[in-house]
């Protein structure tokens, strides 16, 4: 018995070797999680790579759709506008007799109209907002019967959009009337889908006789 105790304990032994092969077990089970662990994490990167390479392709996509529908609308043509060609541009201090109502064009004041998205609740100088439009601004008009919708909807707009402004206008004939440089149109309602077609179209558009000047620190 005493031998047998001794003979069981000895490096080679069956104890010993039982314990080399537990060793060794969790050794190959560690290596495979390990490996496990390195095709899990692979995968994930080139999942995540391939995610943002998708992301990226569509937002490069999306922004190139949004920049040709931005060049469709510009080029687009709008019922109902009127043009008036070639329209004189010098600075004048008096007042001028403009041909339309309101004016899209011609001789104006030597000092703009704030047009950053400005909304006026009073009639404003013609030769004024003038040379807004010739800084590429959108002037809104309207009349009485103008709805409180209405002018609720084209205030909104116009706040929301930099080289813009509104203002009443009483003498016009159309309810809404709206001004780009040797520009017009007319509607009768806010809700007319023309009225964000001209927005996109006119606002600093092709029409701009000064690209990139100021529509601040004007005056009123």
């Not at 391939?50 to 937002?59: E, K, Q, R, S």
């Not at 203002?167 to 809404?176: C, F, H, L, R, V």
Request: with cysteine; glycine share 8%; net charge positive.
């Amino acid at each position: 018995m005493g031998s047998a105790s001794k003979q069981s304990n000895k490096p080679g032994g069956k104890g010993g070797v039982d314990r080399r092969t537990r060793i060794a077990e969790l050794r190959a089970a560690e290596q495979r999680r390990d490996r496990r662990n390195k095709v899990i994490a692979s995968v994930a990167a080139g999942v995540l790579v391939i995610g943002a390479i998708a992301t990226g392709t569509w937002f490069v996509m999306d922004q190139n759709q949004k920049k040709k529908d931005r060049e469709a609308a510009a080029n687009a043509d709008i019922p109902g506008v009127k043009t008036f060609g070639d329209l004189s541009r010098n600075h004048v201090k008096d007042k001028v007799n403009y041909p339309m109502t309101p004016p899209v064009g011609g001789d104006h004041n030597a000092v703009w109209l704030d047009c950053m998205g400005h909304v006026y609740d009073k009639p404003v100088e013609n030769e004024r907002a003038v040379h807004s439009l010739e800084h590429g601004a959108v002037w809104v008009t309207y009349n009485g019967k103008a709805t409180a919708d209405d002018i609720k909807i084209l205030t909104d707009k116009v706040k929301a959009t930099p080289y813009s402004l509104m203002s009443p206008y009483p003498d016009e004939q159309g309810t809404i009337t709206l001004n780009a440089w040797s520009t017009q149109l007319v509607v009768d309602s806010a809700s007319d889908p023309r009225v964000n077609q001209f927005f996109t179209k006119y606002v600093q558009g092709k029409q701009t006789q000064e690209p990139g000047a100021s529509c601040t620190m004007g005056e009123m």
